[in-house]
């Protein structure tokens, strides 16, 4: 589908109640559908309708060698397309646009319906011929009341054009479109619309009446023709003029998208608010103060007999194991009698002890370990505590975000193909009333 021609078609607000009946397009061969067979496309309302016979192409090597050949167009010099009949509009009341090309100066049929017969001996007509004249000027022909009519316009052509012809309340309107100059060229003719009957087909490239043919499958045109669309409602030339230009334009789109542009607050999170200080103290180790002047020492002993005089002190005492208990002992002999008397001044003397002796048991301790006596005094000191009391002084509101985004709006819209308005422009000059092409580069 030809997205261009649709969008200028919901440009002009047509797509609602879509008068194209038919669409054809010859220029993407999207529409080539079986031997010697054109599918009606769309956009247009109905495509199960209206589909063309190209008639001289009767073999499919026929119909993409001939009739599309060389650039992709219907070339008309190979062949006319037939839509049949059952038409659901009215030809006294519709419009067509076209693509043209042109390579020939002959007079020739673009599009036609014309027929003459008889009824009850009476000579009648229907349809209507819209073509070229040998000047290059579009025309239309109609018969009215036996009478043949044909409404010549001063319309010049170049060798591309888009036109279009509108039929409704006893006018005609014939027009070409110049997207160079962003201009329309129209001429407009009063005709009796009411004779304008429907026929039974009609012929692209041909009719059943024409001068230069013999019937209505013999060529008449030279040239090529790129879309053809035939709409059941008169639209004026400015319209067609929007539609034309999707014809020959880039469809661009660009979709709809969201994007992040701030932030709101959605609510609080109350939380309590603690002072701090001194919640406690802890001890710590400070310094010690070491004394070393001692001995630390670990005893043992043994027993031995020695002789003790009397008032003597001797050690005795008892073992265990590697620990002992001792205690000083005095020696006294029991005499015969107990009479102690001074014998002098000395110390034994005053004592009165005798100087006897006995064999004691005497107990001999030995230093088994020696080591430092350390003593000291250790120092501590207080260190405070802090954090958060337990009373609480206040309360604190936290802020809540979400992200708020907006919407980038989606657009869309057509770009004109330049190289293809560039060959609408007028190439050719008159000499001798002949027109000659001039080759512009």
């Given at each position: 589908?030809?997205?261009?021609?649709?969008?200028?078609?919901?440009?002009?607000?047509?797509?609602?109640?879509?008068?194209?009946?038919?669409?054809?397009?010859?220029?993407?061969?999207?529409?080539?559908?079986?031997?010697?067979?054109?599918?009606?496309?769309?956009?247009?309302?109905?495509?199960?309708?209206?589909?063309?016979?190209?008639?001289?192409?009767?073999?499919?090597?026929?119909?993409?060698?001939?009739?599309?050949?060389?650039?992709?167009?219907?070339?008309?010099?190979?062949?006319?397309?037939?839509?049949?009949?059952?038409?659901?509009?009215?030809?006294?009341?519709?419009?067509?646009?076209?693509?043209?090309?042109?390579?020939?100066?002959?007079?020739?049929?673009?599009?036609?319906?014309?027929?003459?017969?008889?009824?009850?001996?009476?000579?009648?007509?229907?349809?209507?011929?819209?073509?070229?004249?040998?000047?290059?000027?579009?025309?239309?022909?109609?018969?009215?009341?036996?009478q043949d009519y044909i409404c010549s316009t001063d319309i010049n052509l170049a060798e591309n054009n888009i036109l279009s012809f509108a039929v409704s309340n006893g006018r005609v309107e014939i027009s070409r479109y110049?997207?160079?100059?962003?201009?329309?060229?129209?001429?407009?003719?009063?005709?009796?619309?009411?004779?304008?009957?429907?026929?039974?087909?009609?012929?692209?490239?041909?009719?059943?009446?024409?001068?230069?043919?013999?019937?209505?499958?013999?060529?008449?045109?030279?040239?090529?023709?790129?879309?053809?669309?035939?709409?059941?409602?008169?639209?004026?030339?400015?319209?067609?003029?929007?539609?034309?230009?999707?014809?020959?334009?880039?469809?661009?789109?660009?979709?709809?998208?969201?994007?992040?542009?701030?932030?709101?607050?959605?609510?609080?999170?109350?939380?309590?608010?603690?002072?701090?200080?001194?919640?406690?103290?802890?001890?710590?180790?400070?310094?010690?103060?070491?004394?070393?002047?001692?001995?630390?020492?670990?005893?043992?002993?043994?027993?031995?007999?020695?002789?003790?005089?009397?008032?003597?002190?001797?050690?005795?005492?008892?073992?265990?194991?590697?620990?002992?208990?001792?205690?000083?002992?005095?020696?006294?002999?029991?005499?015969?009698?107990?009479?102690?008397?001074?014998?002098?001044?000395?110390?034994?003397?005053?004592?009165?002890?005798?100087?006897?002796?006995?064999?004691?048991?005497?107990?001999?301790?030995?230093?088994?370990?020696?080591?430092?006596?350390?003593?000291?005094?250790?120092?501590?000191?207080?260190?405070?505590?802090?954090?958060?009391?337990?009373?609480?002084?206040?309360?604190?509101?936290?802020?809540?975000?979400?992200?708020?985004?907006?919407?980038?709006?989606?657009?869309?819209?057509?770009?004109?193909?330049?190289?293809?308005?560039?060959?609408?422009?007028?190439?050719?000059?008159?000499?001798?009333?002949?027109?000659?092409?001039?080759?512009?580069?």
């Amino acid at each position: 589908m030809n997205q261009s021609l649709q969008y200028t078609l919901d440009y002009n607000d047509l797509m609602d109640s879509n008068p194209l009946q038919i669409y054809y397009d010859f220029a993407t061969g999207e529409v080539i559908g079986g031997v010697g067979l054109i599918y009606n496309q769309l956009p247009a309302a109905n495509t199960g309708l209206y589909s063309g016979y190209v008639l001289n192409a009767t073999t499919e090597a026929q119909l993409f060698n001939n009739f599309l050949n060389p650039i992709g167009s219907g070339n008309m010099a190979e062949s006319n397309i037939q839509i049949s009949g059952g038409f659901n509009f009215n030809f006294n009341n519709m419009s067509v646009l076209m693509q043209y090309e042109q390579y020939g100066t002959d007079s020739c049929i673009l599009l036609g319906s014309l027929d003459r017969f008889v009824i009850n001996s009476i000579p009648a007509a229907s349809g209507f011929n819209f073509g070229i004249n040998s000047f290059g000027r579009p025309f239309f022909q109609h018969i009215d009341k036996g009478q043949d009519y044909i409404c010549s316009t001063d319309i010049n052509l170049a060798e591309n054009n888009i036109l279009s012809f509108a039929v409704s309340n006893g006018r005609v309107e014939i027009s070409r479109y110049d997207y160079n100059r962003n201009s329309i060229e129209t001429n407009s003719f009063n005709v009796n619309t009411n004779a304008l009957i429907n026929g039974s087909d009609i012929y692209i490239g041909g009719a059943n009446n024409f001068y230069r043919s013999t019937d209505n499958q013999q060529p008449t045109v030279s040239g090529y023709l790129g879309s053809l669309l035939i709409f059941s409602k008169y639209l004026q030339p400015s319209t067609l003029y929007t539609i034309g230009s999707g014809l020959i334009s880039s469809y661009n789109e660009t979709p709809e998208s969201s994007v992040v542009v701030g932030s709101r607050v959605t609510g609080y999170i109350k939380s309590p608010i603690y002072p701090t200080g001194i919640t406690g103290y802890s001890v710590s180790y400070s310094s010690q103060n070491i004394d070393a002047s001692g001995k630390h020492k670990i005893y043992s002993g043994s027993f031995s007999t020695s002789t003790i005089y009397e008032g003597q002190s001797y050690l005795t005492g008892e073992l265990f194991g590697l620990d002992f208990a001792a205690d000083y002992e005095g020696l006294l002999i029991n005499p015969v009698t107990f009479d102690y008397n001074p014998t002098g001044t000395e110390p034994r003397d005053t004592l009165g002890l005798r100087d006897v002796s006995t064999d004691a048991s005497v107990f001999t301790s030995s230093i088994i370990y020696s080591s430092p006596d350390i003593s000291g005094l250790l120092t501590y000191q207080a260190d405070e505590v802090t954090g958060f009391l337990d009373e609480a002084t206040g309360y604190s509101n936290e802020p809540l975000y979400e992200s708020v985004s907006g919407i980038i709006q989606g657009s869309s819209g057509i770009s004109l193909n330049l190289a293809a308005i560039e060959n609408h422009n007028y190439n050719y000059i008159y000499y001798f009333g002949d027109r000659i092409w001039l080759n512009i580069s």
